[in-house]
C-alpha cells in the first residue's frame, strides 16, 4: 500500500477498534482515524448488564485497547463525533457537526441499535433501555434506589439485569412471550435450569405471557397489562428485546444490505473501498449468510476487516460463540447449530456445572455449558478444528476432553 493511505474506522464498538488496530498493525504508515459517537475512550459493553448495575465497576474500568487506550498504537481517536452520511463518490464522510473527513477505505463497525418496543417508548419516565454506558449509569442510580423491576424479554440482556437487580435486593419480574427463556440460545432442558436458578433467586419469571398496555399509575409506578386481564406494577422497566442491525448509514449510501450490511468472507462491501465488521453485518456463514450479535464475533470480525482494509488478504472463519453471567451462572455456547444434530449428548458434571453436546455426524457441531469454562475451552477448539468424536466419550466425564484434540482429523 502507499505510505500516508488514509483508513477510516466508523464505530468505537469492539469490532471498530479491532478493525482500527488490525489496520495500523497491516500498515504502520497509514493514517488511521477511528470515528466514536460517545465522548469517551472506547470501552467495554458486556459488565455493563453486570458489574456495572451492581458497583462493582465503572465502564472505564475496562477499555477495549487497554490502559492506554487506542492511542498508544497509533490510531487517531476523534470522540463526540457521530457520522451523518458517505459520500462513495469522493471518498468521503460527513460528521453531524458538517465536517467531510476523507478516506482511501473505510470500515464500517455502526454495531447494532436497540429494538424499540413503540408500547415502551425510551423518553418514558421509568423505562429503560441498555445499551450505552449514560444508560446504565441512569438505570444504576435507581436500581439503587430499591423498589420493584419489570424486565421485558428473557434473553440474554434481560435476565442478565434481572440477576444484577435481584442481587441488589430488587423485587424483580421477568415477561417472556416465548414459551421458555432463551429459546434462541439455548436446548429446553439448559433454559429450564437456568429459569430454576432464577427462581431460586427470587426471580418471578412468566413465559408465554404477551403485554396489552402500559399505563401510569396514581403513585407514580407503572401498570403493566398482561393476558387474563392481570396487571404488574413496577417502579422501573428495563425492554430487552434484542437488537437490529444498524445498516442505517450503508443503506443511505447505497451499499447492499439484507438485515444488515452484506460482506464477503474479507468483510468487504459492494463497493470495494468500503469494508464492514461485527453485528451490522451479514456474512458467509457455513450454512449460508449469517448474522452475529456477540462480542467475540465483533471483535475477531473486525481484525480481519482491519487486516484486509489496509492490504491484507485473510478470510474470515468462525466458530462463533456466546457468554453470559447470571447469579452464579457462567453460561457459555460455541458453535454452530444445526436443525437435525446426529445426536445431543450430557456430559455430567458437578453441582451446578452442565455441559450438552450437539453433534454433525462425527463432528461436534455446538455446545452449550454452565460453570464449565475449563471444558468448554477444549470445546472450542474441537469445533474449530473438526475433530471426529465418539459420542460415548463426551458423555464419559472420566474420559478427558482434551486427549480428542489428539484423534487425526
Not at 282 to 305: D, T
Not at 381 to 402: F, H, T
Amino acid at each position: 500500500m502507499n505510505a500516508g493511505r488514509k483508513i477510516v474506522v466508523v464505530g468505537a464498538g469492539p469490532a471498530g477498534v479491532a478493525a482500527a488496530l488490525a489496520a495500523k498493525q497491516q500498515d504502520v504508515a497509514a493514517d488511521v482515524v477511528l470515528l466514536s459517537e460517545e465522548s469517551q475512550e472506547p470501552y467495554e459493553k458486556p459488565p455493563l448488564s453486570k458489574a456495572v448495575l451492581t458497583g462493582k465497576a465503572m465502564p472505564h474500568d475496562a477499555p477495549i485497547a487497554g490502559p492506554k487506550g487506542v492511542a498508544a498504537s497509533g490510531v487517531r481517536l476523534k470522540l463526540g463525533t457521530p457520522v451523518q452520511a458517505i459520500d462513495r463518490a469522493a471518498r468521503a464522510v460527513m460528521t453531524d457537526a458538517g465536517e467531510r473527513i476523507g478516506y482511501d477505505a473505510l470500515v464500517l463497525a455502526t454495531g447494532s441499535i436497540n429494538r424499540m418496543l413503540p408500547m415502551f417508548p425510551a423518553h418514558q419516565k421509568g423505562v429503560y433501555y441498555l445499551r450505552t454506558e449514560g444508560q446504565a449509569r441512569a438505570l444504576k442510580a435507581h436500581l439503587h434506589q430499591g423498589g420493584s423491576l419489570l424486565v421485558i424479554g428473557g434473553g440474554l440482556i434481560g435476565l442478565e439485569v434481572a440477576a444484577s437487580a435481584a442481587e441488589l435486593g430488587v423485587k424483580t419480574t421477568v415477561i417472556e412471550i416465548a414459551p421458555r427463556i432463551l429459546a434462541r440460545v439455548c436446548t429446553a432442558d439448559i433454559s429450564e435450569l437456568i429459569h430454576e436458578r432464577h427462581r431460586i433467586r427470587g426471580v418471578d419469571i412468566r413465559v408465554g405471557t404477551a403485554v396489552s398496555a402500559l399505563r401510569e399509575l396514581p403513585d407514580g409506578r407503572l401498570g403493566v397489562d398482561i393476558g387474563g386481564g392481570d396487571t404488574i406494577t413496577a417502579d422501573l422497566i428495563v425492554v430487552g428485546t434484542g437488537v437490529a442491525p444498524d445498516d442505517r448509514l450503508a443503506k443511505a449510501a447505497g451499499l447492499a444490505t439484507q438485515d444488515g450490511i452484506v460482506v464477503d468472507d474479507q468483510g468487504r462491501t459492494s463497493d470495494a473501498a468500503i469494508f464492514a465488521a461485527g453485528d451490522c453485518t451479514r456474512f458467509p456463514g457455513p450454512h449460508g449468510p449469517v448474522r452475529l450479535e456477540n462480542w467475540r464475533h465483533a471483535q475477531e470480525h473486525g481484525a480481519i476487516a482491519g487486516r484486509n482494509v489496509a492490504g491484507g488478504d485473510v478470510v474470515y472463519k468462525v466458530a462463533p460463540s456466546f457468554w453470559s453471567e447470571q447469579h452464579d451462572m457462567y453460561i457459555q455456547g460455541v458453535g454452530w447449530p444445526v436443525a437435525q444434530p446426529s445426536a445431543r449428548i450430557r456430559r455430567p458434571l458437578g453441582a451446578g456445572a452442565a455441559l450438552l453436546f450437539e453433534l454433525d455426524g462425527t463432528r461436534l457441531a455446538h455446545a452449550l455449558g454452565i460453570n464449565a469454562q475449563r471444558d468448554m475451552a477444549v470445546v472450542r477448539r474441537l469445533i474449530e478444528r473438526g475433530v471426529p468424536v465418539d459420542a460415548s466419550e463426551l458423555a464419559d466425564a472420566g474420559k478427558p476432553l482434551a486427549a480428542m484434540l489428539k484423534a487425526k482429523v
